[in-house]
């Protein structure tokens, strides 16, 4: 039965981080430019973000819940900065260079870039929320007043989660560079129209359900 909260936990991880999202664009950026290594590295630090994410709505699920519904134009600012990089990364014209070598990122900006990234993400903090919601109306209740093995569990399947699928994310990226000859433009025109889209999504949310 305990191991129920393992799986809970790595399941629901996997659900809220397959939509694509600020994590998942860097770290298919970053492999295609700079390799998967380099994209290790913010998967990584993305993980622990995601737990902090977790463990902040199942302390505060009440407080933050209603902060967010009094705050809507925290998600609308999210919804217009997502259409903006959309509409900008989709329009970019991808500058030739004779230049062989490309400079690499250092291992501590990869590190801070995935925390952040994975950090400052209201939509997830939301989702969090209702996942609790959900497990608490069922038999996996869950707080932090739970056994600590169970919360434990919980978390530890929610940081492998994340982990697996951006992982996957990253694999899926350098099929994608195989494939296509200027990557760059593609990968551009492809990460723009999907930020657009998830702003659109939010909007529509906001004002019309």
Do not use: C
Request: proline letters at 2%.
């Amino acid at each position: 039965m305990i191991v129920l909260f393992l799986i809970a936990g790595f399941l629901a991880s996997i659900i809220g981080a397959l939509p694509l999202g600020a994590s998942n664009i860097a770290v298919i950026n970053t492999t295609i430019k700079h390799g998967k290594s380099n994209a290790l590295k913010i998967i990584i630090t993305a993980g622990v973000a995601e737990v902090i994410l977790s463990y902040y709505a199942l302390s505060y699920n009440m407080t933050v819940m209603d902060f967010f519904e009094s705050n809507q134009w925290i998600q609308v600012l999210v919804a217009l900065t997502l259409l903006l990089i959309g509409g900008m990364l989709f329009f970019k014209k991808t500058k030739t260079s004779k230049a062989k070598h490309k400079t690499q990122p250092s291992a501590k900006s990869n590190y801070i870039k995935g925390f952040f990234l994975g950090l400052l993400n209201p939509p997830v903090l939301v989702y969090w929320l209702i996942v609790f919601g959900i497990l608490n109306t069922n038999e996996l209740m869950l707080s932090l007043k739970s056994p600590w093995l169970e919360v434990v569990l919980f978390f530890i399947g929610v940081y492998f989660g994340k982990f697996l699928t951006l992982y996957l994310f990253s694999t899926f990226s350098l099929v994608v560079k195989r494939k296509f000859s200027n990557v760059n433009s593609v990968i551009n025109r492809f990460t723009g129209s999907l930020l657009f889209f998830v702003g659109i999504v939010q909007v529509v949310k906001l004002y019309l359900l």
